[in-house]
């Protein structure tokens, strides 16, 4: 899910009735497959010690270590052998309930493009080195592949209760920009953290942001930020808590919600559990890499 507008309201030509489009792995250029290369490589200078070992399992599993660009022929099987998943390419971002159709058959929509060798810092349009690298292999974990599953479930009654901004906090906090408890250590699992060398360092290092324990309607009260690094950061205690959370019935929840004050970025309130409190130093000085 995101905020950023949808390029096309009908499906664009050569797109399917459900937004898919061929990945046409073949038409990749060597610069493209060297973008992704140099992504990786950066990225995993970084990740171990950082990442859950949930995430770096799933990398392996999948092999997406092969010398660029993977191809969705050869990852789908190995994904689906594991936890009925496959990865679709879509032309850009889709509309909510296209991209919630997708989830709850067990569908992951990706881009389909990679970006610009000058653009390996900040993209605003998730690519497929965003979609495939950071999303998919969590996808290789039963309990994450079954929240992904009932979210996409929930997105469509959410729709319908008018709670979409609220779904997609926990969305945004969780699947992009997630932590996880793993002993006594913090380690990052979400897609908007893992793909990006600047946010893995300061998820878990920098003294600016707040990191808090994870409650399900806390977190869909709370505002986010799409075009900086987070000013808060909450923490699951496992993939199977998670799963749990999102197998409840939302009806009473979105109930509670209603008329209820969303809660600022960089609040903590009384009832917080809190592992870090914050400088929020970075936001003071204006965000974007300030110095």
Not at 111 to 123: A, H, M, N, S, V
Not at 131 to 149: Q, R, S
Not at 178 to 186: T, W
Not at 258 to 273: F, M, Q, S, V, Y
């Amino acid at each position: 899910m995101s905020d950023f507008e949808h390029v096309f309201e009908a499906p664009p030509e050569g797109a399917a009735e459900d937004w898919t489009i061929p990945q046409d792995w073949s038409a990749y250029t060597r610069v493209e497959h060297d973008t992704w290369n140099t992504l990786y490589a950066r990225q995993m200078k970084i990740l171990p010690g950082r990442a859950s070992d949930v995430f770096l399992k799933g990398l392996d599993a999948l092999d997406l270590n092969t010398g660029g660009i993977p191809d969705f022929e050869t990852m789908n099987p190995k994904l689906q052998a594991l936890t009925g998943w496959t990865v679709v390419c879509v032309p850009g971002l889709v509309p909510d309930e296209v991209f919630f159709d997708h989830l709850a058959n067990r569908r992951f929509p990706s881009g389909q493009f990679i970006r610009k060798p000058d653009q390996l810092d900040y993209l605003q349009e998730p690519d497929i080195f965003h979609d495939v690298f950071g999303h998919v292999p969590m996808l290789t974990d039963p309990d994450f592949a079954a929240y992904m599953e009932a979210y996409g479930k929930g997105g469509q009654r959410a729709a319908k209760r008018g709670m979409l901004a609220n779904l997609a906090r926990l969305y945004w906090y969780t699947v992009e920009f997630g932590l996880m408890k793993e002993g006594d250590n913090l380690r990052i699992y979400g897609a908007g953290i893992v793909s990006s060398s600047t946010e893995s360092v300061f998820a878990l290092d920098d003294p600016s942001p707040n990191r808090l324990g994870f409650d399900l309607e806390r977190v869909m009260r709370t505002l986010y930020r799409i075009d900086d690094f987070q000013q808060v950061y909450f923490v699951i205690d496992s993939l199977e808590a998670l799963k749990d959370e999102t197998l409840k019935d939302f009806g009473p929840i979105y109930d509670r919600l209603e008329g209820k004050d969303d809660i600022a970025i960089d609040a903590i309130l009384p009832t917080d559990t809190v592992f870090t409190r914050g400088t929020q130093a970075y936001a003071a000085k204006g965000g974007r890499f300030a110095a």
